[in-house]
């Protein structure tokens, strides 16, 4: 039987808190609520829940252009304490924009016989857009739900959803 699995992206502290090295701002927190009910409704359903989450070594190359962030091991790279991973959820570390890039993402989805993804979290024009470009490239369903992403930038947000439904992303 397929699955449908929930790709839960970077719902972290530095992210989705005000204290944060990277807050997101009051777009990221507006998501929360429906981020909630959709890993309960994906729980609920059988579904698989991934969160995928930035973890940093110190050095990371991409504080070149971000603010250090999501250090491994800190406070700031801890899943947001509204959303806590509850038993059966995976929690998946990455370094850079996709979820798919050198992780263990796709491993999982296979031992769980997820034929979908459903993608929510931050920031839409940066990882929910590599994300879901990745898994285009690989010719694997995704959706991305326009009520559970947020990004810094309201135009740059609007346009990444606008080009992925272009690019063949169903975006709902």
Same mark, same amino acid.
């Given at each position: 039987?397929?699955?449908?699995?929930?790709?839960?992206?970077?719902?972290?502290?530095? *992210?989705?808190?005000?204290?944060?090295?990277?807050?997101? /701002?009051?777009? !990221?927190? $507006? @998501? #929360? %609520?429906?981020?909630?009910?959709?890993?309960?409704?994906?729980?609920?359903?059988?579904?698989?829940?991934?969160?995928?989450?930035?973890?940093?070594?110190?050095?990371?190359?991409? *504080?070149?252009?971000?603010?250090?962030?999501?250090?491994? /091991?800190?406070? !700031?790279? $801890? @899943? #947001? %304490?509204?959303?806590?991973?509850?038993?059966?959820?995976?929690?998946?570390?990455?370094?850079?924009?996709?979820?798919?890039?050198?992780?263990?993402?796709?491993?999982?989805?296979?031992?769980?016989?997820?034929?979908?993804?459903?993608?929510? /979290?931050?920031?839409?024009?940066?990882? #929910?857009?590599?994300?879901?470009?990745?898994?285009?490239?690989?010719?694997?369903?995704?959706?991305?739900?326009?009520?559970?992403?947020?990004?810094?930038?309201?135009?740059?947000?609007?346009?990444?959803?606008?080009?992925?439904?272009?690019?063949?992303?169903?975006?709902?």
């Amino acid at each position: 039987m397929s699955k449908t699995a929930l790709i839960v992206t970077d719902l972290i502290n530095d *992210f989705l808190d005000p204290r944060g090295a990277l807050y997101v /701002g009051p777009a !990221g927190r $507006e @998501i #929360i %609520p429906f981020v909630a009910r959709t890993i309960e409704a994906t729980r609920a359903g059988g579904g698989v829940v991934v969160f995928v989450c930035d973890a940093h070594d110190p050095d990371d190359r991409e *504080f070149a252009q971000f603010a250090p962030h999501a250090v491994k /091991g800190s406070w !700031g790279s $801890e @899943i #947001i %304490p509204e959303l806590p991973c509850g038993a059966g959820d995976y929690r998946v570390d990455k370094t850079r924009y996709s979820a798919l890039h050198h992780t263990r993402l796709e491993g999982v989805l296979v031992r769980e016989g997820v034929s979908r993804a459903e993608l929510v /979290g931050v920031c839409t024009s940066i990882c #929910i857009m590599f994300t879901a470009i990745s898994f285009l490239d690989r010719e694997f369903p995704c959706r991305v739900y326009r009520y559970g992403v947020a990004d810094f930038d309201p135009e740059a947000h609007l346009f990444a959803l606008k080009h992925l439904q272009k690019l063949g992303v169903e975006v709902v």
